[in-house]
């Protein structure tokens, strides 16, 4: 028979950013642990207000089915003594699992023969096993803070205040220090008195929709959404966009009640990003804007209540949101008492790193390297670029990103627009932090992709420049999220580059400040890089083979590399390919260490090696400017026509004969061929795919 179970853990209010990452932990847990008793179960959800977390199993089953289970135990050459009579050992296991000595077994395992024997276990009744499942379960959820309250021993988010367990329509009995275990849930901590009974999950949503609260996380997603929206609509405004914060305020009340508060017109003189920042960062407050996008005086608060007195409440949160204004308006002010062109040199007085120096000494190098990569790149955008670097990180010194932080760059672009820059270094000092997470906004601007580069560059290169590299477990400078931002804006942008040139150059702006070899600290950078580069086309879904085929032969220009790679996908289908693959894999073994190339037609005088050797002749005068011109994917089609000369070729001849010299021009002539190929990539490599 199959049952409903759900459990709910009843707490303080827990943080917004705890509630999904528990929900998804409490998910998992609970799938393996039933999985690991052999409980089969149809279905399994989640719910989560900010005071409960909770879990619905349905079709689970009543009880563990019956198996039979081995049960390892002594070595046989401790079981028994040299008349192979059994020791106390055995004796003793034997009483332990209720069974004759008779029936005992041996088992060969990697460490030798060991007795067994086979017990039936009975399944146990669910019940009784999540009376000791559940408060595992509770153990084993992890936050990034946790507390102890009381005189209890258990960690948790925040205080535990209610359990309710109920399988089957019954309770399921269990203690958790002090706390016992029950039917009930609480509704809402204003809106509701009392505790409510329930005895399944479609009860507990109604129930708990009944005392003011919405359970579900999408549908008080949802009531988020609708209430913002209609308190907009009340002022002729909509809501500004914001998912991420529909989220935290999702998580932040148990049933949404929004307010529309106002605040003094002046405060629109602040920049765009200062507005909605002031509103969102503390205040979990939402931007109202007109049909053009502009902002209005208003703001979007959502309550945890509803009150009678609409006007009371908003009155109050804007008195909150005026003194966040005024702040903001007296470091708006006081910041424009400089520009940022006069800030450039108290960067000095700010680290960058204690073996790398300040950020003035960064500001330097990445603007030598911008400019150097403009003159390489773009030659027409130096001047901007070369501003722009000099001033991407000034914004760090004013009073707005000292309350703001995540306003750097947009504060830099606010204030140079402000000062008279160009728009052009404006843009490029908000873009040259993008993107600042896995798959966010690129630059769309080529200053403000050179800047970027060069600041992603300097960064890696210094550090692995005093040995400080990522491990497993730790990256403090962020180097894996620097160098596959470096790769997405070196893509997006097409730049043809060699990032060996590039990282040497940034190496060699260190002067003596690195403790690691440059040649050795040049090295690690390109394979770090190497490494992220084959990841991120890896979790896209092109094969690792592929990428390995490409990246083995050469990693220097990324954008030529996935050229190659996208060209190989292309015609790794063929079955001509899946056959010259396995031929070149055949090729690449038998010429191992040879490097000469040179081939004495003379001495080639069986008929299939001169076909051979007419037929890379042919090849490689076609292919070789499809190559220099990167159309890899019609150089590739032109090798393929190697496929039965090279079949031919190992059909009909001997390559390792005793003739020292047409020996070696046969490796010879196989050498150049693999030269040829590997000018694309190792098709060796690419078995895994095309067979």
């Not at 606010?414 to 008279?420: E, K, M, P, R, T």
């Amino acid at each position: 028979m199959q049952h409903e179970l759900l459990f709910e853990i009843g707490t303080e209010e827990i943080p917004a950013g705890y509630i999904m990452p528990a929900l998804s932990q409490l998910e998992k847990i609970m799938g393996d642990r039933l999985s690991d008793l052999a409980l089969p179960y149809s279905s399994l959800r989640t719910a989560a207000t900010p005071r409960r977390l909770a879990v619905s199993v349905s079709g689970l089953a009543e009880c563990q089915p019956d198996r039979e289970e081995e049960i390892l135990g002594p070595p046989k050459k401790a079981a028994f003594d040299k008349d192979d009579q059994p020791t106390q050992a055995a004796i003793g296991f034997a009483k332990k699992n209720g069974v004759a000595v008779e029936a005992l077994q041996t088992m060969a395992t990697p460490k030798g023969e060991y007795l067994m024997v086979r017990v039936e276990q009975k399944g146990r009744q669910t019940a009784d096993l999540l009376a000791e499942l559940l408060p595992e379960v509770i153990n084993s959820l992890n936050f990034p803070k946790s507390m102890r309250w009381g005189s209890g021993r258990i960690n948790f988010a925040r205080p535990i205040q209610w359990l309710l367990a109920v399988y089957g329509g019954k309770t399921v009995s269990f203690t958790l220090d002090t706390i016992a275990s029950s039917n009930t849930t609480r509704g809402h901590r204003f809106m509701a008195t009392g505790s409510c009974p329930t005895t399944c999950y479609a009860d507990y949503v109604d129930t708990l929709r009944t005392a003011q609260v919405m359970v579900e996380p999408t549908e008080r997603r949802n009531a988020v959404l609708s209430e913002i929206t209609k308190a907009a609509q009340l002022v002729g405004g909509s809501i500004l966009p914001d998912d991420e914060l529909v989220d935290t305020v999702c998580n932040l009340v148990e049933k949404p009640f929004a307010i529309c508060g106002t605040f003094e017109e002046r405060f629109l003189a602040l920049p765009r990003e200062v507005l909605i920042t002031s509103m969102r960062e503390h205040q979990k407050y939402f931007a109202v804007v007109d049909s053009t996008g502009k902002l209005m005086p208003h703001f979007i608060a959502v309550n945890n209540t509803n009150t009678r007195d609409a006007q009371l409440a908003a009155d109050g949160h804007q008195r909150v949101i005026r003194a966040r204004l005024e702040d903001a308006f007296f470091f708006f002010k006081e910041d424009q008492r400089r520009t940022l062109a006069d800030r450039v040199e108290d960067l000095s007085g700010v680290i960058f790193q204690y073996k790398l120096g300040t950020m003035l000494d960064k500001t330097r190098r990445v603007t030598t390297l911008a400019g150097l990569l403009a003159k390489k790149l773009a030659p027409e955008h130096l001047t901007h670029t070369e501003r722009s670097a000099l001033l991407a990180k000034t914004d760090l010194l004013t009073d707005m990103v000292g309350e703001f932080p995540s306003l750097q760059g947009a504060i830099g672009k606010d204030y140079a627009l402000l000062s008279g820059e160009a728009p052009e270094v404006a843009a490029a000092i908000r873009e040259h932090y993008l993107p600042v997470r896995a798959g966010g906004t690129l630059p769309s601007s080529i200053p403000g992709a050179l800047v970027g580069m060069a600041d992603r560059l300097d960064s890696i290169a210094g550090c692995f420049g005093i040995g400080q590299t990522p491990t497993g477990t730790t990256d403090p400078f962020g180097l894996r999220r620097l160098s596959l931002g470096l790769i997405h804006i070196i893509n997006a942008m097409g730049f043809r580059l060699s990032l060996a040139e590039l990282v040497d150059e940034a190496l060699s702006l260190y002067g003596d400040k690195l403790t690691i070899p440059q040649s050795e600290a040049r090295r690690n950078v390109l394979e770090f890089i190497k490494g992220r580069f084959s990841n991120d086309l890896i979790s896209q879904g092109i094969p690792a083979e592929a990428v390995e085929a490409v990246t083995s032969v050469t990693f220097d220009d990324p954008v030529d590399c996935k050229q190659r790679i996208k060209a190989l996908m292309a015609i790794s289908s063929r079955e001509s390919f899946t056959i010259l693959a396995g031929s070149f894999k055949r090729v690449i073994n038998i010429i191992k260490d040879n490097d000469e190339t040179s081939v004495q037609p003379a001495l080639l005088t069986e008929n299939a090696e001169q076909k051979l050797h007419e037929a890379y002749l042919a090849v490689r005068l076609e292919a070789a400017p499809l190559i220099e011109a990167s159309d890899y994917e019609k150089a590739l089609a032109v090798i393929l026509k190697m496929k039965e000369p090279v079949d031919n070729f190992f059909e009909e001849v001997m390559v390792m004969v005793e003739d020292e010299k047409v020996r070696a021009n046969r490796l010879n002539l196989l050498t150049a061929i693999a030269r040829l190929f590997l000018q694309i990539g190792d098709f060796s490599k690419m078995n895994a795919i095309s067979q």
